[in-house]
């Protein structure tokens, strides 16, 4: 578990961390996302030991990085942002040599090589060297050194940044993986990888959070999440009126007699809804021609947290 409380980072008298807290469960997945400039590269150093805070703690499996830096860090994988190689050295050199710093040696460091190799599929790369890789392999270089020696919590700063579709599949299917005994981080601007992986969101704007909670939630948060749209044959509103545990939102006529009706519905299942639309209309005579549930475009919400206008966090539904 990685628990962070009320960071502060101060730059030159300017603040790109303002009271950030949050917590990271094992076995689930945070989204960390923002704009670029929002402070979230500041905040994955922070959290990794690589740099300190202004103020603040940061607790990995219970032991507070500053306070036991290197206990800490045993217990923590760490995929930078643009991670440095050592460009001398070909794949198996660099990964033994980063086990040796994790304090492996003989069979230990063996099978950790080994077991990251297979995870993140660089057998046909271990003995070229790593500047002559491309962006794709040496980000799954990184990634290898970053889980070699199964840490319990693992900081991953865009992982999938650089690789093509089959690659970034291999890359998610490993993170649900090492999901099942980690707390796992993903911080990123691909907002497909949210999706993909996480269970939860974390969104910073300006060093701020904006947003803590589910992904369904974050989700919601567009206005379209839930919407209902139906399409009659013919035109009449009236016999949607009056119906109970139906939110009307708009009717409109289309395609000469055609209407089109949004709906959110208020029922515990929104089969309820559409039923009860079905049946109002079918006893007036209308016809179901077209239907489509939507869901909220993260997209269209990650719009609406990076705009100048959000002042504010807007949700929080993880208990603190």
């Known amino acids: 578990m990685i628990t962070v409380n009320e960071i502060y980072k101060q730059y030159a008298g300017k603040h790109a961390l303002n009271g950030l807290s949050f917590t990271a ?17 500041t905040a994955m150093r922070i959290i990794c030991g690589v740099m300190p805070p202004t103020s603040g703690t940061v607790c990995i499996s219970g032991i507070d990085i500053w306070e036991n830096p290197r206990a800490a860090r045993e217990k923590i ?25 994790r304090g492996l040696s003989g069979k230990a ?29 040496r980000r799954r270089v990184c990634l290898a050194q970053a889980i070699m020696h199964r840490p319990e919590n693992l900081v991953l700063d865009e992982p999938t940044d650089g690789l093509d579709p089959d690659q970034k599949r291999e890359i998610r ?5 090492i999901r099942e005994h980690s707390a796992v981080i993903v911080s990123t601007h691909i907002l497909e990888e949210i999706d ?22 974050f989700r919601a948060l567009d206005p379209d999440d839930g919407v209902i749209v139906m399409r009659f044959d013919s035109y009449s509103e009236e016999p949607f009126r009056s119906l109970e545990k139906i939110e009307l939102l708009s009717v409109k006529r289309r395609d000469g007699e055609e209407m089109e009706i949004r709906v959110k519905s208020l029922f515990g299942n929104p089969s309820d809804a559409v039923a009860a639309m079905v049946n109002a209309a079918s ?38």
Do not use: W
Request: charged content about 20%; overall charge negative; hydrophobic content about 40%.
């Open 77 to 101: 994988g760490y995929l930078p942002e643009n991670a440095p190689l050592y460009t001398g050295m070909n794949v198996t050199a660099f990964l033994r040599y980063c086990g040796g710093m």
């Open 109 to 137: 460091l063996d099978s950790a090589v080994a077991e990251s190799v297979e995870k993140c599929r660089l057998h046909d790369v271990l003995h070229e060297e790593l500047e002559a890789l491309s962006k794709g392999f």
């Open 25 to 41: 469960a094992n076995g689930s997945v945070l989204g960390f996302i923002g704009p670029n400039g929002a402070g979230k590269s």
């Open 283 to 320: 006893a007036n005579g209308l016809k179901l021609i077209g239907f489509e549930q939507r869901s909220g475009r993260l997209d269209e919400v990650f719009a609406g947290l990076a705009s100048p206008a959000q002042k504010k966090e807007v949700a929080s539904c993880i208990g603190e």
């Open 196 to 217: 993909a992986v996480c269970d939860s969101v974390l969104a910073i704007r300006g060093g701020y959070r904006v947003f803590y909670g589910s992904t369904a939630a």
């Open 173 to 177: 299917t490993l993170i649900n993986e």
